[in-house]
């Protein structure tokens, strides 16, 4: 299971495009659909967050090939109990894109487990897509998580939608003699037809013929002249016939209205009573081969319309197996990662510390090579340790072990010791690196040594990215409304805007300058930043330009800014 979580790394993690508690995700090569949402009141659920969506979104190529195997699908979508939307194909503007009334939607109401308490698949009642598409159904599934039952289990559904013109096309495609073919819901509304140009009606519930005689003479004229006293299969006055079986899988009826025109029988539209029970006889006798006809060809069509039915629940399955598959994958990959990183530590601080002992001549001294060596030594597993801390925290950000040890810490407390840490490499490329704090004590409530750590990475990547001679500067600003900002500016090489979202996830670099592609690094550094910012309940923006530098701002709430006297 390691190894298949390592072969297959998290499309997507943190940080994203967000818009106060909104969040999106942009598309790109690993997802095409349109991931949105809206951010946890909790800020300690949020490492569970970026496990559901890292492994939903693994389960594109199913999506899309569900999309190929069934064209007449309006939308393909997870939506998840923690409020945000997965949705195929891509859609624009705010329909498509993850709202608070979804969660009280009808599809997600019946998925909950205190109204579907086995997780049952279900059909929707036809409905108004709000994205334009027209009316639609749907046929939903609750998504349990891997080992786990409900209610507890219960994460979100998956749902395939169909448009009710699609569904008239299927009508049609069965190619039924003289006259229309329409599905028909348990309340009696008409859900597809496949002739006519009306509006589809909702009927009353009354006997099941004489709904359908109604809806279909609102559809187009179609059975406009029946006889509203007949009850049955066979309408006399109008000259029809009636069939109708249920569709196994479905909540709804198959229904074939035979406008009579192939029978063996002449309508007279003037008749004297003694011929009336005569006259029912000859179409009743008239009729009695095509209803057979009729009724196997029904059979044949029902089948076709079940397997259809048997399709799109096969095709829900897989996803939600996916899903699962990739949710299991990713925590094993979480704890592969904890695991070594621990490993190799251990051994990495022996090899450092033995380094700085001979450095420092504890044993006599050193040769000018041997100084040398000593300090190569030191550095590699210096940088090396780095690298594995970083490791590190990012598997306990995604296992949702990060939390806050905070504390009341002065800024200087925090700034100084990361200037010092990145100052020696500074000094190294000849960089002209620039502090500016507030000119009054200023302290925060926080978790020091991540506050520091956001710094320093901060600090780092400008130095790393930077051309030798650059300019880097750090301003710490106590804003009007007694909110703290961490800036860290450069005169870097810069980033295009679209580029800006991509340098936010966990391994990712940004490729198209030549300067980044040869640094060192994980590309852990800005998705642990944004990581640890958000466990602070504060706010991370980046501005860059291609050859004009970066500029990348932590904002901190007032409700963890003191200022004033600090003891």
């Known amino acids: 299971a390691a190894a298949q979580a390592m072969a297959r790394p998290p499309v997507l993690r943190l940080p994203f495009l967000r818009e106060n508690d909104r969040f999106e995700v942009p598309p790109g090569p690993g997802m095409t659909g349109r991931l949105t949402g809206r951010l946890p009141d909790d800020p300690s659920t949020m490492p569970a967050l970026l496990d559901e969506m890292s492994a939903v979104a693994t389960i594109e190529p199913f999506v899309l090939g569900a999309l190929r195997q069934l064209p007449e699908s309006a939308w393909i979508y997870y939506m998840s109990a923690r409020r945000f939307l997965l949705l195929y194909p891509f859609g624009a503007g705010e329909t498509a894109r993850y709202s608070d009334a979804l969660m009280s939607a009808e599809l997600m109401v019946r998925a909950r487990p205190d109204t579907n308490p086995t997780g049952r698949t279900f059909w929707t009642a036809p409905y108004e897509d709000l994205?334009?598409?027209?009316?639609?159904?749907?046929?939903?599934?609750?998504?349990?998580?891997?080992?786990?039952?409900?209610?507890?289990?219960?994460?979100?559904?998956?749902?395939?939608?169909?448009?009710?013109?699609?569904?008239?096309?299927?009508?049609?495609?069965?190619?039924?003699?003289?006259?229309?073919?329409?599905?028909?819901?348990?309340?009696?509304?008409?859900?597809?037809?496949?002739?006519?140009?009306?509006?589809?009606?909702?009927?009353?519930?009354?006997?099941?013929?004489?709904?359908?005689?109604?809806?279909?003479?609102?559809?187009?004229?179609?059975?406009?002249?029946?006889?509203?006293?007949?009850?049955?299969?066979?309408?006399?006055?109008?000259?029809?016939?009636?069939?109708?079986?249920?569709?196994?899988?479905?909540?709804?009826?198959?229904?074939?209205?035979?406008?009579?025109?192939?029978?063996?029988?002449?309508?007279?539209?003037?008749?004297?009573?003694?011929?009336?029970?005569?006259?029912?006889?000859?179409?009743?006798?008239?009729?009695?081969?095509?209803?057979?006809?009729?009724?196997?060809?029904?059979?044949?069509?029902?089948?076709?319309?079940?397997?259809?039915?048997?399709?799109?629940?096969?095709?829900?399955?897989?996803?939600?197996?996916?899903?699962?598959?990739?949710?299991?994958?990713?925590?094993?990959?979480?704890?592969?990662?904890?695991?070594?990183?621990?490993?190799?530590?251990?051994?990495?601080?022996?090899?450092?510390?033995?380094?700085?002992?001979?450095?420092?001549?504890?044993?006599?001294?050193?040769?000018?090579?041997?100084?040398?060596?000593?300090?190569?030594?030191?550095?590699?597993?210096?940088?090396?340790?780095?690298?594995?801390?970083?490791?590190?925290?990012?598997a306990r950000i995604e296992a949702g072990e990060a939390t806050l040890d905070e504390e009341t810490v002065s800024v200087d407390d925090i700034v100084r010791p990361a200037i010092s840490i990145v100052s020696a490499r500074a000094r190294k490329a000849g960089h002209v690196l620039h502090l500016m704090t507030p000119s009054r004590p200023v302290a925060v409530s926080c978790d020091s040594r991540k506050m520091r750590q956001v710094l320093i990475n901060l600090l780092g990547n400008a130095v790393k990215f930077t051309p030798d001679g650059g300019r880097i500067s750090l301003v710490v600003r106590l804003m009007p409304d007694r909110s703290l900002t961490f800036t860290v500016t450069d005169n870097g090489p810069?980033?295009?805007?679209?580029?800006?979202?991509?340098?936010?996830?966990?391994?990712?670099?940004?490729?198209?300058?030549?300067?980044?592609?040869?640094?060192?690094?994980?590309?852990?550094?800005?998705?642990?930043?944004?990581?640890?910012?958000?466990?602070?309940?504060?706010?991370l923006s980046i501005r860059s330009r291609p050859d004009d530098g970066t500029s990348v701002t932590v904002s901190l709430p007032n409700r963890r800014v003191v200022t004033g006297r600090i003891d």
């Open 131 to 394: 994205a334009g598409k027209g009316r639609i159904v749907s046929i939903v599934r609750p998504v349990i998580a891997a080992g786990a039952t409900l209610p507890a289990g219960f994460r979100g559904v998956i749902s395939i939608d169909l448009t009710e013109e699609a569904l008239a096309r299927m009508l049609d495609e069965m190619d039924l003699p003289d006259g229309t073919q329409m599905l028909i819901d348990e309340a009696g509304h008409v859900i597809a037809l496949s002739a006519g140009d009306g509006e589809l009606p909702a009927v009353d519930d009354t006997g099941l013929p004489d709904r359908i005689w109604q809806a279909a003479g609102g559809t187009g004229g179609l059975v406009d002249q029946m006889n509203a006293q007949a009850r049955g299969v066979l309408k006399p006055a109008g000259a029809a016939a009636l069939f109708h079986t249920r569709i196994a899988g479905t909540p709804w009826s198959l229904i074939h209205i035979d406008a009579m025109s192939g029978l063996k029988t002449t309508v007279l539209t003037a008749m004297w009573p003694e011929a009336l029970a005569a006259l029912l006889l000859m179409m009743i006798l008239g009729a009695f081969e095509s209803h057979r006809r009729m009724l196997r060809r029904l059979s044949r069509h029902r089948t076709a319309l079940a397997l259809r039915v048997e399709e799109l629940d096969r095709a829900r399955q897989d996803l939600a197996a996916a899903r699962d598959e990739a949710e299991a994958a990713n925590l094993a990959k979480t704890a592969f990662l904890a695991h070594m990183s621990h490993e190799l530590r251990t051994p990495l601080n022996a090899v450092i510390g033995m380094a700085e002992t001979l450095k420092a001549e504890v044993f006599g001294p050193l040769g000018p090579k041997q100084m040398e060596y000593a300090g190569d030594i030191a550095g590699a597993g210096s940088h090396l340790l780095e690298l594995i801390n970083d490791l590190l925290d990012l």
């Open 494 to 539: 810069g980033m295009r805007p679209e580029e800006i979202p991509e340098a936010l996830k966990p391994f990712r670099r940004v490729e198209s300058d030549p300067l980044v592609r040869r640094k060192e690094g994980t590309g852990l550094g800005l998705a642990i930043v944004a990581s640890f910012v958000k466990l602070h309940d504060g706010e």
